[in-house]
């Protein structure tokens, strides 16, 4: 099987998938429930998902595993089951993608701040490998570490990963829009900042998801574009910013729009392009044919 690597420097532009957590609460999912131990209590429910992004048209699918450090089960009284829980994320998503599809496995934050002292660097690296390295067990083709807002944290997760498997690892970063019209992470990190750093770790591919619709992320790719030319940009756009409606939270933009804002995302740099918070897999599905229609 080719790797994704060797995809994108092919000339490809991949389809990534869209939320996972949408639709697990929409399957049964409790608050204060936890996500990652579906893919044991709930194995059915997860796969459906994973598959109904490969039949949407993803090249790429990521793993229910976002949560899945033994830091964020801490809170579940579930770290002990951190191999367990991540071995059975990957081994669903690979199921679900089959050999002619892309998995990679979704690494989050790990909720502890080192600035404030409630963990140690030599603790989240440990942690982090430890979750890699399962997902590598699991099958995943390469890591993505997401939703990353401090550069020491992802620094630590991208060392860790990369030393832990060997395989591909990318990382994700949220930005903010600021008044002045720039982009920073909630630390106050740039994406400029972003790329430097994560590069100078390894990072094979680099990129940003959530936070934003598309038309802020042709803005974010803008900025990390002018730092670096070359290594491959991710993209995972929310559809659009959280509304609530009738005391539910709704998700503005539809498949229609955020695929006509595709091909102007990849002109300005993106080589993988999927959905975050919002999207369904009518978004991936509308994502995928107009990434596949463009000359």
Not at 231 to 242: D, I, R
Not at 269 to 285: D, K, R, S, W
Request: include cysteine; charged fraction near 20%.
């Amino acid at each position: 099987m080719k790797s994704v690597l060797e995809e994108i420097e092919k000339g490809k532009v991949l389809v990534s998938d869209g939320a996972w957590g949408t639709y697990l609460y929409q399957r049964g999912l409790k608050q204060g429930e936890c996500p990652e131990l579906w893919n044991v209590a709930h194995r059915e429910d997860v796969f459906a998902i994973a598959k109904s992004y490969i039949d949407a048209g993803a090249d790429i699918i990521l793993t229910n595993s976002f949560g899945g450090s033994p830091f964020r089960l801490r809170h579940y009284r579930l770290d002990k089951r951190t191999i367990e829980l991540n071995n059975a994320a990957a081994e669903i998503s690979r199921e679900a993608a089959g050999d002619n599809h892309f998995v990679l496995g979704s690494i989050g934050p790990s909720g502890s701040m080192l600035m404030l002292g409630e963990t140690t660097e030599s603790e989240l690296y440990d942690g982090f490998s430890l979750q890699a390295e399962a997902l590598k067990k699991g099958g995943v083709d390469a890591i993505c570490i997401e939703t990353m807002t401090d550069v020491q944290e992802a620094s630590i997760a991208v060392r860790a990963a990369k030393a832990a498997t060997s395989l591909c690892v990318a990382c994700t970063f949220t930005f903010d829009k600021t008044a002045t019209g720039d982009f920073t992470t909630m630390m106050g990190i740039s994406p400029g900042e972003m790329v430097l750093a994560m590069k100078n770790v390894g990072a094979d591919i680099i990129g940003t998801n959530c936070g934003n619709g598309i038309e802020n992320m042709i803005g974010i790719v803008k900025e990390i574009r002018a730092v670096d030319q070359a290594t491959p940009v991710l993209v995972q756009a929310n559809a659009g910013l959280p509304v609530f409606v009738d005391n539910k939270v709704s998700y503005p933009e539809t498949p229609e729009m955020m695929a006509n804002r595709v091909n102007e995302l990849i002109d300005c740099g993106a080589n993988i392009i999927g959905g975050c918070c919002g999207t369904t897999p009518l978004h991936i599905t509308a994502i995928a044919a107009e990434i596949r229609s463009r000359k």
